[in-house]
């Protein structure tokens, strides 16, 4: 199942490349052009971007933290139940 998933996202990539490497090539610019000067549709601002970024890393860190959380309060829960087996006295002691 795996094996045909890495296929088939390897035939659109490789699809995807195909059809945007028949695109005409965008006309060069001659020497450099400040932003304002340039027409709209080819300007792109920082800002979205940087803050798509660190949203991102955010909510990853969040994420790992909280299942480490978890993970831990799982061993903890596991610490407590050999506790109480061995308080109990099922586990012989040498």
């Not at 195909?18 to 080819?42: R, W, Y």
């Not at 660190?54 to 799982?74: D, M």
Request: hydrophobic share 50%; no cysteine.
């Amino acid at each position: 199942m795996l094996r045909r998933v890495l296929i088939m996202s390897g035939w659109i990539v490789l699809s995807a490349s195909l059809l945007l490497a028949g695109q005409p090539p965008a006309p060069a610019l001659e020497g450099f052009v400040p932003i304002d000067q340039l027409p709209p549709g080819e300007q792109l601002p920082a800002a979205p971007l940087l803050i798509a970024a660190y949203a991102f890393v955010w909510v990853a860190t969040l994420f790992y933290v909280w299942t480490i959380w978890r993970r831990l309060g799982r061993v903890e829960a596991d610490m407590r139940a050999l506790e109480r087996r061995t308080s109990s006295g099922s586990v012989p002691r040498q």
